[in-house]
């Protein structure tokens, strides 16, 4: 069974590792599937991500790709994963009928958030799947494949990115947030770890957002999830490190992604966070009292570092992401439509259209001689 440091990304063999952090989760045994491993049907090909509430892997099921969530040990992280599950589903664009059946032969545009899959081979309306797995109660759903690179990995190669595409990625990842904002819910856990990037035949960036994180109502208590453990502080707003009343809201959600936008438009985050402890990030964001500078006088003059301090100010900050990405979408205006290839199944029915056409058109044809040499 091997464990997995997030801090110091070191991996163990024998379940036993050292790490100077002490919320260390691969000292709380997280068990780590590998490449070959099986969770009920489904079999394992690549470990992608480990997160703090669970681990995102590439899977096969009858030979088919898809995506794997596993949520860790524990009633809480099993829990975050159900609602997500529940919010994913209700988002679920494809329903059974005559219109689902029309659009699969159309070009489909790429989804913002994963599209839930069933967990078990039958169709069942539970959207999550549950077992016991090495001894231990756990909770995982499975989604559609998602090509691309976590937007962590491409910001190792490219430190750095355009402020155009930036933008772009950031009022993508808010219009896949906006049916929470809209019902005032909010996610709390978006880091540059839960966001896969491709690249498409244009070269402009297309984000989805892998995790939806706790859906959690403006006016609902948090108290059944201990935030400060399964949220990464240098992307959770300062009021939720505080503890105040009523610190989860949307506007929680505006500080994060405006974290991650500076993180792209500075080359580098707002808080370093590796091999330090939750504790110390925690101190750095509190204290903060003046804005984060990306250093850029062609982002001050367009009035682009004014938008993103507003994002991750202490206060007065913008209520929700939509508004946001309105300001945004001001001086960039929205990302540029994508080209989406045909579906094969569409040739296919063209193709079977022509020849019935060429078919009808020859017999057409052969009929109009034999009436006509009748006629004469």
């Not at 050292?18 to 709380?28: G, I, R, T, Y």
């Not at 219109?99 to 913002?112: C, D, E, N």
């Not at 503890?243 to 707002?270: C, F």
Request: charged share 25%.
């Amino acid at each position: 069974m091997h464990r997995f440091c997030e801090r110091c990304e070191r991996e163990t063999f024998d379940g036993n590792l050292w790490c100077q952090d002490l919320e260390c989760p691969a000292e709380e045994g997280y068990a780590l599937l590998g490449y070959g491993d099986y969770l009920a049907d489904l079999k394992i090909t690549k470990r992608i991500r480990i997160w703090r509430t669970a681990s995102l892997y590439e899977a096969e099921r009858a030979g088919v790709k898809l995506l794997l969530k596993l949520a860790h040990p524990g009633e809480e992280h099993g829990e975050r994963l159900r609602r997500e599950a529940d919010a994913l589903q209700s988002l679920s664009p494809e329903r059974p009928g005559l219109g689902s059946i029309i659009r699969s032969f159309l070009p489909r545009a790429r989804p913002l958030f994963p599209v839930i899959l069933p967990p078990y081979p039958s169709r069942r309306r539970q959207p999550f799947g549950e077992l016991t797995f090495r001894g231990e109660p756990r909770v995982y759903c499975v989604y559609q494949y998602t090509s691309g690179k976590i937007l962590s990995d491409l910001l190792l190669e490219s430190p750095q990115i355009w402020h155009t595409q930036a933008a772009w990625i950031i009022s993508t990842i808010a219009s896949a947030l906006r049916p929470l904002a809209r019902s005032n819910r909010c996610s709390l856990c978006l880091t540059p770890d839960v966001i896969m990037v491709d690249t498409d035949e244009q070269g402009i960036y297309r984000p989805t957002l892998l995790d939806f994180g706790f859906v959690l109502d403006v006016n609902e208590s948090s108290s059944q999830y201990d935030l400060h453990k399964m949220c990464e502080p240098a992307y959770t707003a300062p009021e939720l490190l505080a503890e105040q009343d009523g610190a989860h809201s949307p506007a929680a959600d505006v500080y994060s992604l405006g974290m991650i936008h500076y993180e792209m438009l500075a080359g580098r985050p707002g808080f370093e966070l590796k091999l330090r402890r939750d504790d110390q990030l925690r101190e750095d964001v509190l204290e903060v009292r003046k804005p984060l500078s990306v250093g850029r006088p062609e982002l001050e003059q367009s009035g682009v570092a004014g938008i993103l301090e507003r994002a991750v100010a202490p206060t007065d900050r913008y209520a929700n992401v939509i508004e946001f990405s309105k300001d945004l979408k001001k001086i960039y205006s929205s990302p540029p439509p994508e080209r989406r290839k045909i579906p094969r199944r569409l040739w296919v029915l063209i193709g079977a259209a022509g020849v019935a056409l060429l078919i009808s058109g020859v017999i057409a044809a052969i009929t109009l001689l034999q009436v006509l040499g009748n006629s004469t």
